[in-house]
């Protein structure tokens, strides 16, 4: 008989598998199940040089993976001032003279994680950090990660002096030409990244690495990345061989509405690019924005009457562009946010058909039409959604996202019930650093639509809640099924890779307001303990 590994014994194993949804032990060999049952068949498997774990108080689960998360963006765009908990600019002048401290007189000021009602009466306008930074050049980043504020100093170094065109809806805001320090989209927040100073190589390694092992610390053994591109296939490798990868992770290559067909041809060879814990095969796409920089693309204007271009300029080209990767065997990835953009996505992916064994993906579905939600299962299409992206929303609709939908779309947000209940897949994430990735947080946003241990808040629209096995699911067997590895992964059966994510209690059980603070004692990818708590 071949010996385990690594067994994990006397614990409660909740293994998602319906042939045998229980177990009391698990042996591992090379990185995949090598048994699943009580103490003694696993017990049987080892000899004297398995490493066995006394799980006596553990509640080991499939493990748990992030299915849309920014890790390296993230990690580089969470330095500096946390300003997720700021709510008045009172609070936000204190947070950017006290980084400015820390930071010392010549240095560019960084923040990141505002929110848009911060600057509900104001609008969002340099004049209001000018003085907390005291004439430096500063970056504050929205917690969308697709808006900004800058300093006048940090618009004088990257020379913004007006408007400026773009080939997609990015824009330099302005007003009677002047630009006030807003930037909306990637292409005008990346004219000052580009002039901002730039970390050593090896601070930025330090900040990915650090970063991962904190995702290790609340669970997650994988990771659908969504920055991607071939830069991020050599970080993996670097990673992979130092021993620093301590996640799976999927790996797009993210295409946008100024590269050329030819750009995008040049890519199609990287399909196969992938390592021991990683892989590539997979094209990102971003078809709208947000709704709470007038960016989405909705069926109807806002209320506002914004809201109403696609991101990529031409949707003709953005199909085209996906019909090609598709063709080439690529999964495809898109981000829609507003009714018309998941649409036109659902649209393109019909038009392009998928190579045998696999589903194309939309990210967000912020809004969806009754007549669109039935076509994700139907046509095999992956709903990837964040609940907790909900976090600014007010029960009155009177937030950012709410007054811009207006009360009669408001009814169709995050339909994620609706979704999973169709008999569409559903995989959760979080879209950090737009979100929390902690998935006990979004774990108890998807079963409660608020936050966990807050009962007195109000929840967003409960009848979209899921269950706690739904949940679960989402973070498990529905994100692997949602990359075409349910015959992998997502569940605790022999044969299957060896992640698994062990709680003090099963978070199925458990109350979803006491999820944020459930204890995760241990983490294991591929067969290899990445966390343990002493």
């Given at each position: ?451 966990g241990g807050q009962p007195e808040r109000a929840p967003v629209l409960p009848e979209q809640a899921l269950t706690p096995t739904e949940t679960l699911e989402g973070y498990t067997i529905e994100a692997a099924r949602a990359i075409s590895e349910e015959h992998l992964s997502g569940r605790i059966r022999v044969g299957y890779r060896a992640d698994l994510t062990a ?32």
């Amino acid at each position: 008989m071949t010996a385990a590994d690594l067994a994990v014994v006397e614990d409660r194993v909740h293994t998602l598998d319906p042939a045998q949804p229980r177990a009391t032990a698990v042996a591992v060999r090379e990185g995949r199940i090598l048994a699943v049952g009580d103490d003694a068949t696993v017990r049987a498997y080892c000899d004297r040089h398995t490493q066995i774990i006394d799980g006596r108080g553990l509640a080991l689960v499939p493990g748990l993976v992030d299915a849309h998360i920014h890790p390296f963006m993230g990690a580089e765009r969470t330095q500096g001032a946390d300003l997720t908990g700021v709510t008045t600019l009172h609070e936000l002048h204190d947070a950017l003279i006290a980084e400015r401290r820390r930071c010392g007189p010549d240095a560019w000021i960084r923040g990141w994680g505002l929110t848009f009602e911060l600057f509900s009466e104001t609008g969002i306008h340099s004049s209001l950090i000018e003085e907390a930074v005291g004439g430096q050049p500063a970056f504050l980043g929205f917690f969308d990660g697709q808006t900004a504020v800058v300093s006048p100093a940090a618009l004088a170094a990257a020379k913004i002096t007006g408007p400026v065109a773009f080939e997609d809806q990015s824009a330099v805001v302005c007003r009677d030409g002047v630009p006030t320090g807003e930037l909306q989209e990637w292409g005008a927040i990346a004219l000052v990244q580009q002039v901002m100073p730039e970390p050593t190589d090896d601070e930025r390694y330090g900040w990915y690495v650090d970063a991962l092992r904190r995702m290790n610390r609340v669970g997650l053994t994988g990771l659908h990345a969504m920055d991607g591109s071939p830069a991020e296939f050599e970080l993996l490798r670097r990673l992979e061989a130092a021993g620093d990868l301590s996640v799976r992770m999927v790996m797009p290559l993210w295409q946008k509405p100024d590269m050329t067909l030819d750009e995008m041809q040049a890519q199609l060879p990287l399909r196969g690019e992938h390592g021991h814990l990683w892989r590539g095969s997979v094209a990102k796409f971003f078809i709208d924005g947000v709704v709470e920089s007038g960016t989405a693309w909705l069926i109807d204007p806002d209320t506002r009457g914004e809201c109403r271009l696609p991101y990529w300029p031409d949707p003709r080209a953005y199909t085209q562009a996906v019909a090609l990767f598709a063709g080439a065997g690529f999964q495809c990835v898109t981000h829609a946010v507003g009714d018309r953009a998941v649409r036109c996505a659902l649209d393109a992916y019909r038009a392009a058909g998928a190579a045998p064994g696999v589903r194309h993906r939309i990210e967000h579905i912020e809004q969806l039409q009754d007549a669109d939600l039935p076509r994700f299962a139907a046509e095999q299409v992956v709903a990837s959604m964040q609940p907790l992206h909900m976090h600014a929303f007010r029960p009155d609709g009177s937030d950012e996202w709410g007054s811009r939908v207006g009360p009669e779309r408001r009814v169709r947000a995050f339909r994620c019930a609706d979704l999973r209940r169709s008999g569409a897949i559903l995989a959760l994430g979080s879209d950090w650093m737009v979100a929390n990735f902690d998935p006990r947080i979004g774990m108890a946003w998807a079963r409660l639509r608020r936050p966990g241990g807050q009962p007195e808040r109000a929840p967003v629209l409960p009848e979209q809640a899921l269950t706690p096995t739904e949940t679960l699911e989402g973070y498990t067997i529905e994100a692997a099924r949602a990359i075409s590895e349910e015959h992998l992964s997502g569940r605790i059966r022999v044969g299957y890779r060896a992640d698994l994510t062990a709680f003090a209690e099963d978070p199925v059980d458990l109350d979803a307001d006491e999820l944020p603070e459930l204890p995760v004692l241990m983490t294991i990818v591929d067969g290899r303990v990445v966390h343990r708590t002493a």
